[in-house]
């Protein structure tokens, strides 16, 4: 089992940054790739980056490139997301993910096992 915490969501002003932080704990060695999602009010949960956790290799959507920075501690088993430049569609309910070891990068909501609460990400045009 692999619990996760996240934090940092709030509210922000258009072109503002927010620190998204993922905190696991329980069996992380297991856990290979660590993901972020978000879901917006009447839209489906989407995929938005992913980071292997022994090497460090990451991967993101188009929409969050150049803006969002996804990264690890792996002696703090916390994984960061960095948002910048945010946007009013960036507004959602953000969620952290794990999941063990996968042929490719997971990208889907059912390649992953564990999910945090979800923490929310409010900006303001």
């Known amino acids: 089992q692999v619990h996760l915490v996240e934090s940092g969501g709030g509210l922000v002003h258009a072109g503002g940054s927010l620190r998204l932080f993922c905190v696991a704990s329980?069996?992380?060695?297991?856990?290979?790739?660590m993901g972020w999602f978000r879901q917006a009010p009447g839209k489906v949960r989407e995929f938005v980056a992913a980071i292997n956790w022994r090497g460090g290799s990451t991967f993101s959507v188009d929409p969050v490139k150049g803006r969002f920075t996804i990264s690890r501690d792996n002696a703090k088993n916390t994984v960061y997301l960095q948002m910048s430049s945010l946007k009013p569609e960036d507004t959602a309910v953000y969620y952290c993910a794990a999941t063990g070891w996968r042929a490719g990068t997971p990208t889907t909501s059912n390649e992953y096992d564990y999910w945090g609460q979800g923490t929310q990400v409010t900006v303001s045009s």
């Open positions: 329980g069996r992380v060695s297991s856990s290979l790739y």
